[in-house]
């Protein structure tokens, strides 16, 4: 069904760039926070169901050309000062919300999200297809992202627009990483499981390097999603 509708039957690069700034917590029709679900949740299940329903085959794979999934991330997840929290993902217990607080977060899983997709998927494990994953922060760009900010944040941002104009990226400079990334030569790419800030390797922080939490955040993705990947999770929950 999902090859009928989309009208293509393999996949060469795949680019996760949905992304949301929500100025008060909502909850979707799915029962999650909106900020997670649209700017991790959609991008895990995605790239989820495009790996169970066999787009990046074999048959894409030649001359080492993997297939390429980039997933668009900001440095603003270092705003996630003691890393996820699991214990209350979706601000509905003890943790308040607040617009760059989850953001950060979801920005953060957003980097945990590509390095295990890399580790999982990397041309040394024993898993199926294989693919070069990374994740890519574009830089400061000047986008419609804030239209859900508090009016108050927004004429903030105006003037802060304004003063940093020329430091700003247009939108066609800031997918320049992305396309980057997409596109590069096989003998000039970074290595997978890549951040890269302005086409170049940036080294992330202790809590977006953590094997832990990436692993923990991608089975509680799958219970979120209401979706399991067989054996290449077993294995690598496993710690094999």
């Known amino acids: 069904i999902l090859k009928k509708t989309l009208g293509f039957t393999t996949l060469d690069v795949l680019i ?15 029962g999650h926070e909106l900020t997670m679900q649209a700017n991790h949740l959609g991008h895990f299940l995605l790239t989820m169901l495009l790996l169970e329903n066999h787009f990046f085959s074999s048959s894409s794979q030649k001359e080492n ?18 890393g996820m929290d699991f214990s209350d993902l979706m601000c509905t217990k003890t943790r308040p919300y607040s617009l760059f607080g989850q953001y950060a977060q979801s920005k953060l899983a957003n980097i945990l999200f590509a390095k295990e997709l890399a580790s999982r998927y990397s041309s040394s494990s024993s898993s199926s297809p294989k693919i070069w994953s990374v994740a890519a922060h574009p830089g400061l760009v000047r986008t419609d992202v804030v239209r859900n900010m508090p009016w108050y944040l927004r004429y903030a941002n105006i003037w802060f627009g304004a003063i940093v104009g020329s430091l700003q990226k247009t939108p066609t400079q800031g997918a320049y990483t992305n396309v980057w990334a997409a596109a590069a030569a096989e ?23 953590s094997k832990d939490d990436a692993v923990r955040l991608w089975k509680t993705s799958e219970e979120l999603v209401g979706l399991k990947m067989g054996e290449n999770n077993k294995n690598n929950d496993d710690g094999n």
């Open 65 to 82: 050309a993997l297939p390429r999934v980039v997933t668009v991330t900001s440095s603003t997840y270092q705003l996630a000062t003691d």
């Open 16 to 30: 996760n760039n949905a992304g949301v700034m929500m100025g008060v917590h909502q909850t979707t029709q799915d």
């Open 187 to 209: 003998s000039d790419k970074p290595p997978t499981g890549s951040y890269l800030v302005n086409w170049k390797i940036q080294e992330t922080n202790q809590h977006a390097n």
